[in-house]
């Protein structure tokens, strides 16, 4: 039986974050976390590339392009989605998570969801470097074994 099980090594792996600056402070710290595990795996800062986009919304196009490219081992998409008086961060979240899943179908990118859809502010900032811990870090992990095993799949082929 031949196992395939990546480890946490981000080293000569290349990544591009995408980052919504609606909710900005919050999606920094996410991004803060993501790029730290990413450095402390063994990336260069020369193979981490970070664009910013206007909100959740615009989360998928960008990773696509990103994708597309053919440079990248994987695609890290930040965003925060907070409740307000409708439920208007429900569709955003949603079109944001459908999109970013399309994105990693279609071009065979591993495409990982950091988008926090929070009922309050509080939410988030527990999940950004609060009590909860912070999704950047998690999500950072998890796009370095993504990386590597589409690697050895691909290499396998």
């Given at each position: 039986?031949?196992?395939?099980?990546?480890?946490?090594?981000?080293?000569?792996?290349?990544?591009?974050?995408?980052?919504?600056?609606?909710?900005?402070?919050?999606?920094?710290?996410?991004?803060?976390?993501?790029?730290?595990?990413?450095?402390?795996?063994?990336?260069?800062?020369?193979?981490?590339?970070?664009?910013?986009?206007?909100?959740?919304?615009?989360?998928?196009?960008?990773?696509?392009w990103l994708a597309e490219r053919g440079d990248v081992d994987a695609v890290l998409a930040f965003g925060v989605v907070i409740?307000?008086?409708?439920?208007?961060?429900?569709?955003?979240?949603?079109?944001?998570?459908?999109?970013?899943?399309?994105?990693?179908?279609?071009?065979?990118?591993?495409?990982?969801?950091?988008?926090?859809?929070?009922?309050?502010?509080?939410?988030?900032?527990?999940?950004?470097?609060?009590?909860?811990?912070?999704?950047?870090?998690?999500?950072?992990?998890?796009?370095?074994?993504?990386?590597?095993?589409?690697?050895?799949?691909?290499?396998?082929?």
């Open positions: 039986m031949h196992e395939v099980k990546p480890e946490h090594d981000a080293r000569g792996c290349r990544f591009a974050l995408v980052a919504a600056r609606f909710h900005e402070a919050h999606v920094e710290r996410l991004v803060r976390a993501a790029t730290d595990v990413l450095r402390q795996r063994g990336a260069d800062d020369a193979a981490i590339e970070l664009v910013w986009v206007p909100g959740s919304y615009e989360l998928p196009l960008a990773a696509r409740q307000g008086e409708t439920e208007h961060f429900r569709l955003v979240a949603d079109a944001a998570s459908a999109g970013l899943m399309r994105v990693m179908l279609d071009t065979g990118v591993p495409v990982l969801n950091g988008v926090l859809a929070a009922y309050d502010a509080a939410q988030a900032e527990a999940r950004s470097g609060g009590a909860r811990g912070n999704r950047g870090a998690d999500i950072a992990l998890a796009a370095i074994q993504m990386a590597r095993l589409r690697r050895a799949v691909i290499a396998r082929a």
